[in-house]
Structures are given as structure tokens and as C-alpha cells.
């Protein structure tokens, strides 16, 4: 299921993906089962260009309370 950016319904069905698309089922499913805060840094660093520190990923991913460095840290990279 997937929803168009101004749509007002939901769509589902078969999708045709052209040539060298796809869905990111493949490296979303790897990145969610590896789950590692390493796995989630280096994704984020190749999504966004950028370096990202691994131990504000990691604080993030342990559910500990954003203080103002982890803060900075992921907003600044």
C-alpha cells in the first residue's frame, strides 16, 4: 500500500518498477535486521553525504533521553 504525495486515498496493487528501480525492500529488510547502530550510521552517512557520529546513532537507537550534544551531533554530523 502506499499513499501519493497530495493524494487523499491510499493505493494498492501490483507495481511495475522500470528499468534499475525497486522499492528498497532489499536494503531497508538488511538495515532492519542487522539493526546495529554501525548499520544505521553508515546508511545515513551514504543517504545524506555526510559523516554521522556513531555515538549519537547509538543513543538514539538505545532510547536514551536527546541531551543537547546528541542533539547537535545528529544535527550537525
Known amino acids: 500500500?502506499?499513499?501519493?504525495?497530495?493524494?487523499?486515498?491510499?493505493?494498492?496493487?501490483?507495481?511495475a518498477f522500470g528499468p534499475?528501480?525497486?522499492?528498497?525492500?532489499?536494503?531497508?529488510?538488511?538495515?532492519?535486521?542487522?539493526?546495529?547502530?554501525?548499520a544505521v550510521r553508515r546508511d545515513a552517512e551514504d543517504h545524506y553525504g555526510r559523516a554521522v557520529d556513531p555515538q549519537a546513532v547509538a543513543a538514539v537507537l538505545a532510547g536514551v533521553p536527546l541531551d543537547r550534544r546528541t542533539g547537535r551531533a545528529v544535527a550537525d554530523g
Open 20 to 38: 534499475g528501480e525497486s522499492d528498497g525492500a532489499g536494503w531497508l529488510f538488511e538495515l532492519l535486521v542487522d539493526g546495529s547502530a554501525e
Open 1 to 15: 500500500m502506499w499513499r501519493e504525495a497530495g493524494s487523499d486515498t491510499w493505493q494498492c496493487g501490483p507495481v
